[in-house]
């Protein structure tokens, strides 16, 4: 059974920063996508950043140079550093891993997801 629990949500000031971890198990493949999906209120969930099995990443411009995305797979763990936050990054946050496309809205596995919330 695959399980992928994403944690460090919180909430920050505008300019703050957060990191967000994905651990995942029982992922059956090695090939594989994984990515960061964000929903604000009244907004449909967008890809945010994602990271291939050859560690190529593509990022959504809106946040490019302020987000990171990384994973350490001996930790079996995916990761989003997020610096420079705005308040329009405020959203519920999920990871996401697909056997075959980044960022595709209909992805194989899902977090239960983990709230950012930005003040100005």
């Known amino acids: 059974q695959v399980q992928l629990v994403d944690t460090g949500g919180g909430s920050v000031q505008a300019g703050g920063s957060l990191r967000l971890s994905c651990t995942t198990s029982?992922?059956?493949?090695?090939?594989?996508?994984m990515g960061w999906f964000r929903q604000a209120p009244g907004k449909e969930r967008e890809g945010v950043a994602a990271?291939?099995?050859?560690?190529?990443?593509r990022i959504l411009d809106s946040v490019k140079g302020r987000f990171t995305v990384s994973k350490d797979n001996a930790k079996n763990t995916l990761y989003l550093q997020m610096d420079s936050l705005k308040p329009e990054d405020t959203g519920m946050y999920y990871c996401?891993?697909?056997?075959?496309?980044?960022?595709?809205?209909?992805?194989?596995?899902w977090g239960q997801g983990t709230q950012v919330t930005v003040s100005s």
């Open positions: 029982g992922l059956t493949r090695s090939s594989n996508c």
């Open positions: 990271i291939d099995s050859d560690n190529s990443t």
């Open positions: 996401a891993v697909d056997y075959f496309t980044c960022l595709a809205s209909d992805q194989n596995f």
